[in-house]
């Protein structure tokens, strides 16, 4: 489940960094992000300008998390790869942990193959890292108790003023 | 032409309109894309993630639930392909052991899903797709030109009626006139002496008559039917301009105020049927079926005195899930709405306040247990967030919000 707030040490982010570079070099994508289920960006690589990367990684996210609920529909019990076939570019989804999805855009010219390849290598690395920060951001959300576990909530919660059978 | 079956827009209106033949010619092509692939199933949905045609094992899959999640699912797709200027993107889902799917656009609002397993290797399934792909097209362009004809035609119909029944209409009510007052008068009674022109006074008066079947609306438009109305009575040639410009504003406002209802009442619609269906996912696993229904029944018949909306569209499913159905809702909301002289926009706003009672009561029981209450607020706010961009376009979040009201303690709120 995403937590609620995402604290990242230097550390983990200078690990996350270069994991994704390394890859974006090895597998020759365009660009690589790395996200949270709930949709926040967790590193990113050399995603165009022109790209909002939050509103990217929020669609990025939603769309996995739809991609999901479907496979599920077909019995699909551990799903994990997502590809997008464009014109000129393409997306390939792989999900590296219960709460992360990492994204690579490559173009047409690029094989699928070499970037699942690359992918599947970088996968434990950015898992270990990814389970690092969740650790952290799940002993910061028992220290401020009180607050919703469903982070994702956390707004509506904050919200409501009536106390509960209110109704 | 008899049509069977339209596919339709995102947003709901019909684009294509299709005959038996062509389903059956379109659902050949799907059983005949199964049968030379070895795929498990293949479907046709349209973009308001409703069902055309499928082939294969039908059976094995709930075709309904998948092609409603499939719509979804290709509309942010959509907007990915967008972001990065691509025209579209055809998506394909992998699993190595289980099930592979791919989805793809044939035309704007029709999307072919097909379903296979490990046995097939997806770069022939991609050859022999392409090739059912160019047939459905042709097949969907076709079906497209008729309906351009038979709605043109549809069109002609109406107008006619309407000229005809305006005609009866104002026979009658010259002879009410006339009745009234003396012969002279009566005779020049004409709609001449509207003082306006006559293919504006037409107008007018046809769109009078449209708000008087239409009551939601008409409490909506008040002021300017009003004016309208009398414009036909009063005689006042300076008012002509004015009388022209409602007319045309009122139209323009008109129809964005049915497109705002529309996406309003369908974003109810697919929200509240995603909260019942998490809600009662949730319930199983504290009661047996039987209490569930019992308290589902119960909650539903209490969500409203009068009107009850909900009550006249929640049905139970062979299968023993719970759906509202939004086509009984609609109905009951409109009956609701002229007897109450109310707005459509308040109905729907009625309508949530409704959905809100009768599943915040059956979420209250839910919330005396810690488990089941942090599941369902779990669920509800994942179905929340994947909604809350629309919901807040729509001005319908603080609604969807109360519902998590009941399932707040005291002691879990947060300080301001």
């Known amino acids: ?167 | 032409m008899e049509a069977t079956i339209d596919i339709r827009t995102a947003d709901g209106n019909v684009n294509i309109l299709l005959d038996d033949a062509q389903v059956g010619a379109i659902r050949e092509v799907l059983v005949d894309l199964c049968l030379s692939t070895m795929a498990e199933f293949s479907m046709l949905i349209d973009a308001a993630g409703r069902v055309v045609a499928q082939g294969g094992e039908v059976a094995a899959f709930d075709s309904e639930a998948i092609a409603a999640l499939a719509a979804g699912d290709l509309a942010t797709t959509r907007q990915l392909a967008r972001m990065l200027g691509e025209p579209e993107f055809a998506l394909l889902f992998q699993h190595e052991k289980q099930k592979n799917l791919f989805m793809t656009a044939v035309e704007n609002d029709a999307i072919l899903i097909v379903v296979f397993d490990v046995e097939t290797t997806f770069g022939a399934l991609r050859l022999r797709i392409r090739r059912s792909i160019s047939q459905l097209q042709q097949i969907l362009h076709q079906a497209r030109k008729n309906t351009v004809v038979a709605l043109a035609s549809a069109s002609d119909a109406t107008r006619r009626t309407i000229e005809e029944k305006e005609e009866e209409h104002e026979g009658e009510t010259a002879k009410v006139e006339a009745s009234a007052a003396t012969p002279a008068a009566g005779q020049a009674a004409t709609a001449a002496q509207t003082g306006l022109p006559e293919q504006l006074a037409m107008d007018v008066r046809k769109a009078v008559a449209w708000f008087e079947g239409f009551k939601g609306w008409e409490v909506m438009f008040k002021d300017e039917v009003a004016f309208m109305r009398n414009s036909l009575s009063r005689n006042r040639p300076e008012e002509v301009e004015n009388v022209r410009m409602t007319l045309v504003r009122t139209r323009a406002r008109l129809t964005e105020q049915k497109r705002l209802l529309e996406a309003k009442f369908r974003m109810v619609q697919s929200l509240y049927q995603q909260f019942l269906s998490a809600l009662h996912a949730v319930m199983l696993k504290a009661w047996t079926a039987e209490v569930v229904d019992r308290a589902m029944k119960a909650a539903f018949a209490g969500a409203g005195a009068k009107f009850n909306m909900i009550n006249a569209g929640a049905q139970k499913k062979p299968d023993g899930g719970w759906v509202l159905e939004f086509g009984a809702i609609g109905k009951q909301m409109v009956l609701m709405c002229h007897a109450r002289e109310m707005n459509y926009q308040d109905g729907v706003g009625e309508l949530l306040r409704q959905l809100n009672a009768s599943l915040m009561a059956l979420s209250a029981f839910l919330a005396e247990n810690a488990r089941l209450r942090e599941e369902l607020i779990q669920s509800w706010g994942r179905v929340f967030h994947h909604y809350a961009e629309g919901l807040k376009t729509l001005d319908l979040e603080s609604e969807a919000l109360e519902l998590f009201r009941p399932l707040v303690r005291p002691g879990q709120m947060p300080k301001a």
């Open chain 1, 1 to 167: 489940m995403p937590t609620n707030f995402i604290e990242i040490r230097s550390a983990d982010a200078e690990l996350l960094d270069s994991e994704l570079r390394s890859l974006c070099a090895r597998s020759g994508a365009e660009a690589v992000v790395l996200l949270d289920l709930s949709g926040a960006v967790l590193s990113f690589h050399r995603i165009p300008e022109a790209i909002d990367v939050l509103m990217f990684s929020a669609l990025l996210a939603s769309n996995f998390a739809a991609t999901e609920e479907l496979s599920k529909k077909l019995g699909v019990t551990d799903f994990r790869v997502i590809f997008h076939e464009g014109k000129k570019q393409n997306l390939y989804f792989d999900k590296v942990s219960e709460e992360s999805v990492l994204v690579v855009l490559f173009k047409d010219s690029n094989a699928l193959g070499r970037v699942r390849l690359f992918c599947e290598k970088s996968i434990p690395e950015l898992a270990r890292a990814v389970a690092a920060i969740t650790k952290g951001a799940e002993a910061a959300a028992a220290i401020t108790q009180g607050r919703d576990a469903a982070g994702s909530i956390r707004e509506i919660v904050e919200s409501l003023k009536i106390p509960r059978g209110g109704d």
